[in-house]
């Protein structure tokens, strides 16, 4: 048999989803599973979107522009104007995806061998987006005792090397739901200034921010045009998850040809999903208030009630919908896998990430779970209850 790649060797699996089998064999034995693990919102989909796709009469589904719909990107160009990004639709391109822009990003900006730094716990993809490219992550660790808070710049500074091509952030988080403030933005700029790296953003979060907290984009840094790379997507901002559309953003032309040249290689972006993601665009404010207002209730009641069961601890994130609590266990994938298999309290058990794979120093994040607060309010307070009784009776509880 012929042998497959080292990069299919190297490319790591998924922590958020590699304990799906437990879960499913947890289900066909009658437990309830409150799904924790994943950022799937259980929030409706703007009904705009859903009526564009009801109502397009398309004839022939033909393929769109590889940078997506000329309207689209005007449409994004108006979205992120009033956000306070100023860009054209030229500086647009849309991708199957968040996950293909960092991709495209990734090939476009750096060389196999090239090293990325990131702050970790981070979203465990990037891991493979990097591998897929080529490249080597070098992380930079914030602790939960800071609220995993950016880490000093000269921490960042002694990491760089002459192989260092990029600096990745995340903001909002995941999977801390950290928010980056103004002056942390502004210090990575300073940073990627200086040493003349690409500085990518993250950014599919930004409408999910609470306690009066405004995200601070990279887009908004002054005379950073050619080492800012803004990725976006329509899964988490309008609960578009399956429509899989994403956008890269800068004002970098050379960086921009060159990913419209991957765009080009895939053809183009998804039409139905563009056809949704451009009507999105007219989803009122009323819905994102409200979103909102929902995700500070499911946060509180959350956070709170982990910090009230003895021995956990969990930092309030300001953003996004997750958090990261610290277990009193000897391996929060031991428990995670546990609480499927062995464990249920009147029929109910829980399904939580745990945050080792979200790190890419080994034998980090061995006692803390990513938590996604995606499900109504009565189900996480269930949730809770079913993680109190756990602990009591976990084995491996120290």
Known sequence: MPSISEKAQL??????????????????????????NIGQPDIETPEVAREAIQNTDIKVLEYSHSAGFESYREGLSEYYKNSGIDVNKDQILVT?????????????????????????????????????????????TSSIEEGFALPAISEIEKLITDKTKCIVICNPGNPTGYLYSKEEIQQLGELVKKHDLFLFADEVYREFCYDGAQPFSVMQLEGL???????????KRYSMCGARIGALITKNEEVMASALKFGQARLSPPTYAQVAAEAALKTPQSYFDDVIAEYVERRNIMVDGLNKIPGVFCP???GAFYAVAKFPVDDAEKFCQWLLEDFDYNGKTVMMAPCAGFYSTPGLGKQEARIA?????????EALVCLEKALEVYPGKI
Do not use: W
């Open 373 to 381: 607060y995606v499900l109504n309010k009565e189900a996480l307070k």
């Open 96 to 140: 199957t995806g968040g996950s293909e822009a960092l991709t495209f990003g990734f090939m476009s900006c750096c060389n196999p061998g090239d090293e990325v730094i990131i702050p970790e716990p981070f979203y465990a993809n990037y891991n493979g987006f990097a591998t897929a490219a080529g490249l080597n992550v070098v992380p930079v």
């Open 316 to 318: 309030k994130p300001k």
């Open 11 to 36: 490319m790591p699996a998924s922590p958020i989803r590699k304990l799906v089998p437990y879960a499913e064999q947890a289900k066909k034995a009658g437990k309830t599973v409150f799904h924790l």
């Open 225 to 235: 045009d050619d080492n800012v790379i803004l990725i976006d997507s329509v899964s």
